[in-house]
């Protein structure tokens, strides 16, 4: 099993343009997340899924769009990158929300935006 | 919402000193996580505590939640240059929530 899979890993982005962060998972899991990490301020929450069809907002949503369309899948889409956008982002996934639902993350995306 | 506080932000130590990090709620949490990021890597599951008082130890690796649930702790005894790292509390609500990590780095 690959687990959680991220495409691409490096991006670099002039302010302006778009782009979409593909997030691929193959353990079945309903639920996925997309984070992003800065230095010094941990991991924020940006959109999450919690089934096929399904997106909800997160701690930071806007400048964002998701979409999961498929199961194993979890798009995440800037449509007109700003500097303030540069991070590393992580999608991750997990079998529930309930009391065990240990997160299994992907390699992660290191997004700059020029 | 539901937020949490880890302390410190930073820590170095000397291989073979012992560390330790705190994650401390101002209400009461329903689990912990907690989660380790290498350098250039991405956040790894360690544990998951739900008990109030419950202790887990992996090898060198203490875990506590509180009795209160409000609080919760990692220590390393004896660091090793393998951990070096950040560590990450986190709680589920209705989704995950991270601390904002302690940065270990071990001076071999």
């Known amino acids: 099993n690959a687990g959680v899979t991220q495409t691409p890993k490096f991006r670099v982005l002039k302010t302006g343009q778009s782009m979409t962060l593909l997030c691929a998972q193959d353990?079945?899991?309903?639920?996925m997340y997309w984070y992003r990490q800065d230095p010094g301020m941990g991991l924020r929450l940006i959109h999450y899924s919690v089934g096929e069809g399904t997106t909800a907002k997160g701690e930071v949503p806007d400048g964002y769009n998701v979409s999961r369309l498929k199961k194993q899948n979890f798009l995440l889409g800037l449509e007109s990158a700003a500097p303030s956008q540069t991070s590393v982002y992580f999608c991750a996934s997990s079998y529930s929300l309930g009391s065990y639902n240990e997160q299994f993350f992907g390699p992660g995306t290191r997004l700059t935006v020029l | 919402g539901q937020q949490v506080m880890q302390i410190p932000q930073y820590q170095h130590v000397q291989e073979g000193e012992d560390f330790t990090t705190y994650c401390n709620s101002s209400?009461?949490?329903?689990?912990i996580q907690w989660y380790k990021q290498r350098p250039g890597g991405h956040p790894v599951f360690l544990i998951q505590?739900?008990?109030?008082?419950e202790v887990k130890k992996q090898k060198r690796l203490t875990f506590q939640f509180g009795e209160a649930k409000k609080n919760s702790s990692l220590h390393i005894t004896a660091t090793q240059t393998t951990d070096v790292g950040t560590y990450f509390c986190g709680f589920s609500g209705s989704r995950l929530t991270f601390g904002e990590g302690t940065q270990l780095t071990v001076n071999p």
């Open positions: 505590l739900v008990k109030s008082g």
């Open positions: 209400t009461t949490l329903s689990n």
């Open positions: 353990m079945n899991h309903e639920y």
